[in-house]
């Protein structure tokens, strides 16, 4: 079965320090992967989609950036943290099923920004 | 611009109580819709989908929605909850666009069931 893993778990980082934050997925190949920012009171947002290695699509302009390096690796990042990027960050991931697509969510990543 | 509105940001009910959640989404064409839910300190979890047939869904722990077409809803239903359904519940709708689905989710309701 697939698996989704996200570390690390909570982050406490200071208004202009860098992040990495990393999502993996184990148990099936090629997936669609994004990442997303839920705030209280306003659902899920999605940030950044990858179809492939390499292959990174950005739905909202801000100070993030999203790499994917393998196949199932999908990486987070920002060079200088600005307070509003606080939030809980979700790794997702889907099969390649067309329209009937999937998506199945990670543990999250609490990130306070200082 | 495509949009989902879940109508209830807090919801508080009894033990036996029956439950519908309303969820209305704003895009024409055909979509995908989904129910997720998140109890506390989980993960968020798919609860029930819908892609296309009977439009009338049953999900995990006896949780039902149903599609109407005319109306742009995909309401949540369950005839008696637990204190075990305390949870926050995502509706979200996928238009295939790009190579992939995106997925649009609404704020979300928080439901506590009191014993």
């Known amino acids: 079965s697939q698996t989704i893993h996200q570390w690390p778990a909570t982050l406490v980082q200071p208004v202009g320090s860098p992040l990495s934050l990393e999502c993996t997925v184990e148990?099936?190949?090629?997936?669609?992967l994004y990442w997303y920012r839920q705030a209280a009171g306003r659902g899920l947002q999605l940030l950044f989609y990858?179809?492939?290695?390499?292959?990174i699509s950005s739905e909202v302009p801000q100070n993030l950036s999203a790499s994917r390096p393998q196949d199932r690796q999908f990486i987070l990042s920002s060079k200088k943290l600005l307070l509003s990027d606080s939030g809980f960050y979700l790794c997702?991931?889907?099969?390649?099923?067309?329209?009937?697509?999937?998506?199945?969510f990670g543990p999250g990543t609490r990130l306070t920004v200082l | 611009a495509q949009s989902v509105s879940q109508h209830n940001h807090h919801v508080i009910l009894s033990e036996a109580a029956s439950l519908e959640l309303g969820c209305n989404y704003s895009y024409g064409g055909t979509v995908n819709l989904f129910w997720y839910v998140q109890y506390p300190g989980q993960h968020l979890q798919l609860l029930l989908k819908?892609?296309?047939?009977?439009?009338l869904v049953k999900g995990i722990k006896g949780f039902e929605a149903e599609f109407i077409k005319s109306k742009f809803s995909f309401n949540l239903r369950k005839p008696s909850v637990q204190w075990s359904d305390t949870a926050e519940y995502f509706c979200a709708v996928t238009r295939f666009s790009g190579g992939y689905n995106k997925l649009i989710f609404g704020a979300g309701t928080r439901l506590a069931v009191h014993p």
């Open positions: 997702a991931w889907s099969g390649l099923a067309g329209n009937t697509d999937t998506q199945y």
């Open positions: 148990g099936t190949s090629n997936p669609n």
């Open positions: 990858s179809v492939g290695i390499g292959q």
């Open positions: 819908y892609f296309s047939g009977d439009p």
